[in-house]
Antibody, heavy 115, light 107 residues
Framework: EVQLLESGGGLVQPGGSLRLSCAAS????????MSWVRQAPGKGLEWVSG???????YHADSVKGRFTISRDNSKSTLYLQVDSLRAEDTAVYYC?????????WGKGTTVTVSS | DIQMTQSPSTLSASVGDRVTITCRAS??????LAWYQQKPGKAPKLLIY???SLESGVPARFSGSGSGTEFTLTISSLQPDDFATYYC?????????FGQGTKVEIK
C-alpha cells in the first residue's frame, strides 16, 4: 500500500524551529518529486515547498529563507526544516507525492506557533 | 505566481443535483490543472488531473473540462458522500497554487 506518514509537529514559540519528517512506503521514493502543502485553521491549501527526484528545491515566497526541504532517498524520507517560525505558520502540514498533481497525501502533522 | 479563482465559494445543493464548480487562472495553464476533494479533518483526495483525466477509483459522476484559463468540475448526480470542499490546483508553473476552495453544503 502506498503510504506517507508525517511526524515532528508540535507547539513552538515564535522564532523557534522544528524539523518535520515524512516517511514514504509502497513506492520507489527516489523516483518521485515530493512537496509539502499546509493548511491554516479554517483556511485553504497552500503549497509550501517542493523537491525534485534529483534534489532540486523550490519554496513559496512566504517561506523562502526560513524553510528548507530535503530528502534522504536511502531512508525514503522527506524533511522540512522550519525556522524563524511565525504565528501565521500555524497549520497542518501535509507531505504529498508530486507529479505536478498530488496523488498521494499523508494525514498531516500540526504545527502551532504560540507563546 | 499564477492566481487561481474558484466560484462559487459556497454551494448549497440537494442529493441528485448536478453541480458545477468553476476555476479560472490568471494565465494559460494549457491542461495542467487538478481537482481535489477534502472532508473536515482529512487530507485532500485527488479527483481529476490534466483537466479531465479521472483518477483511478474516483466515481464516474465526477468529470472535469476546460483548458487555457477556464476549467470546470462537474458532479453529475450529487451523492451524500460528496458534501465536502473542492479545490483546483495549477501545475503549469512551479510555485503550484490552489483555488480558495468551494464548499458544497446540503440544501
Amino acid at each position: 500500500e502506498v503510504q506517507l506518514l508525517e511526524s515532528g509537529g508540535g507547539l513552538v514559540q515564535p522564532g523557534g524551529s522544528l524539523r518535520l519528517s515524512c516517511a514514504a512506503s509502497g513506492f520507489t521514493f527516489s523516483n518521485y518529486a515530493m512537496s509539502w502543502v499546509r493548511q491554516a485553521p479554517g483556511k485553504g491549501l497552500e503549497w509550501v515547498s517542493g523537491i525534485s527526484s534529483i534534489g532540486g528545491t523550490y519554496h513559496a515566497d512566504s517561506v523562502k529563507g526560513r524553510f528548507t526541504i530535503s530528502r534522504d532517498n536511502s531512508k525514503s524520507t522527506l524533511y522540512l526544516q522550519v525556522d524563524s517560525l511565525r504565528a501565521e505558520d500555524t497549520a497542518v502540514y501535509y507531505c504529498a507525492k508530486d507529479g505536478g498533481y498530488m496523488d498521494v497525501w499523508g494525514k498531516g502533522t500540526t504545527v502551532t506557533v504560540s507563546s | 505566481d499564477i492566481q487561481m479563482t474558484q466560484s462559487p465559494s459556497t454551494l448549497s445543493a440537494s442529493v441528485g443535483d448536478r453541480v458545477t464548480i468553476t476555476c479560472r487562472a490568471s494565465q494559460s495553464l494549457s491542461s495542467w490543472l487538478a481537482w481535489y476533494q477534502q472532508k473536515p479533518g482529512k487530507a485532500p483526495k485527488l479527483l481529476i488531473y490534466k483537466a479531465s483525466s479521472l483518477e483511478s477509483g474516483v466515481p464516474a459522476r465526477f468529470s472535469g473540462s476546460g483548458s487555457g484559463t477556464e476549467f470546470t468540475l462537474t458532479i453529475s448526480s450529487l451523492q451524500p458522500d460528496d458534501f465536502a470542499t473542492y479545490y483546483c490546483q495549477q501545475y503549469n508553473s512551479y510555485g503550484w497554487t490552489f483555488g480558495q476552495g468551494t464548499k458544497v453544503e446540503i440544501k
